[in-house]
């Protein structure tokens, strides 16, 4: 059997994408039969201009072949990312021109790999697994200018429309997708494979230590880790939650994105000192900081299309036994009311509303010994492996 496996982000990336397919092409690689072989094409580390990883572009072993293609520098901006997938889809498809496939699984946040994945199945008459990650279509209304929007919706949604119905099984990350795509796709067939805890999590959940009993007279740290972007809408919560928490609160933020100078200038604005910007950190240094921290904190900006997702962070946090204090709403909310003990929801973009979740929140560690055993990212990646293999065409 050969598989090829595309994906925009990869190990030794930073980011929820590329922790998401390593761990995958790892259980694929024990489930597949004997002979089969896998090739991951993928990009060098970019995810972020403020950290760098170096990655060969050809890594190949007995049964993986994983190709890395480099793209030209840019930025968190849509015409920057854009030039940057335009790259990365020519390589691709050069790269996959003289190959045949029998299975492509394509794993896409911003639709175009799952659109990409599916012009290579077309060509090579191959089954086509898809995993999505994010609704694309449905969230740029929210985050393009009005008249843009009004041109490249109706594209982007013919792309998803083409994608989708030529896929054999789609996966969707989050079940608050689901209402989305049957009512779109009735004849789909449709798989609710989540994000996951990795294994570095897990073991360091056993050595959390409980703060509150040691923290003495100084400030409450508040920790959010992960993307800097309109999504996150850290401009628009976490200055003048800084300001109404006060100076017994310190906020940490680890990260980098397209909105980190939108944060810098509202944090100057609103003239607080005690929201420190930390660049970001490869994982074992970021699992000391999160055991460091008395508070994990999360937060999706004000927009509708952000009541279906289930943010990725949310496993990690739930790991660690800290607190969570959570600006979501919708799908993710419902989540973490149900699956995660200790943790507080507020709605997003509001520091009152944050303000009088907190006081919910129980300081110090506890163990989430079920969530980890229910969320392990292993065993969803093995599941999910074995279906993928399973995977029979729809159709002719």
């Known amino acids: 059997m050969k598989i090829l496996v595309l994906s925009f982000y990869y190990q030794p990336d930073l980011c929820a994408g590329s922790f998401r397919t390593t761990a995958l092409v790892n259980e694929l690689r024990q489930v597949v039969p004997p002979g089969s072989h896998i090739d991951v094409v993928t990009t060098l580390p970019n995810r972020y201009r403020s950290f760098s990883a170096e990655a060969p572009e050809v890594d190949i072993e007995q049964d993986v072949a994983l190709r890395r293609i480099a793209l030209p520098p840019h930025k968190s901006g849509m015409g920057d990312q854009a030039k940057a997938f335009m790259v990365f889809a020519w390589q691709a498809r050069r790269h996959c021109a003289s190959r045949e496939y029998d299975l492509v699984f394509a794993t896409s946040s911003r639709l175009m790999t799952a659109v990409l994945g599916a012009w290579v199945a077309r060509r090579q008459r191959a089954i086509l697994y898809l995993d999505i990650r994010d609704i694309f279509v449905d969230t740029i209304k929210d985050v393009l200018p009005g008249r843009l929007v009004w041109f490249v919706k109706p594209l982007f949604s013919f792309c998803e429309r083409w994608a989708i119905s030529r896929a054999d099984r789609v996966n969707l990350v989050s079940e608050g997708f689901k209402g989305y795509f049957t009512s779109r796709y009735p004849a789909g067939r449709f798989s609710y494979f989540t994000n996951g805890i990795d294994d570095e999590f897990i073991s360091a959940a056993a050595l959390s230590s409980d703060n509150a009993a040691s923290r003495g007279d100084r400030p409450l ?176």
């Open 221 to 396: 740290a508040v920790l959010y880790a992960g993307n800097i972007g309109e999504g996150q809408g850290l401009h628009a919560i976490l200055p003048a939650l800084a300001k109404r928490m006060g100076d017994g609160f310190i906020f940490r933020v680890i990260g980098d994105g397209g909105r980190k100078e939108a944060l810098v200038g509202a944090v100057k604005a609103a003239g607080v000192g005690n929201v420190e910007l930390l660049p970001p950190m490869k994982r074992n240094e970021l699992i000391a900081a999160y055991q460091a921290a008395d508070i994990l904190f999360l937060h999706l900006n004000d927009y509708d299309a952000f009541k279906k997702v289930l943010p990725s962070k949310i496993f990690e946090y739930a790991a660690m036994g800290k607190p969570i204090w959570a600006g979501v709403a919708g799908y993710a909310a419902d989540f973490l009311g149900k699956e995660v003990a200790n943790s507080a929801v507020f709605h997003p973009c509001d520091a009152e509303s944050a303000a009088k979740a907190f006081t919910a929140l129980e300081l110090g560690t506890a163990s989430r010994q079920e969530f980890l055993e229910k969320y392990a990212r292993g065993n969803i990646s093995r599941r999910m492996a074995e279906e993928i293999v399973a995977t029979e065409r729809v159709g002719p």
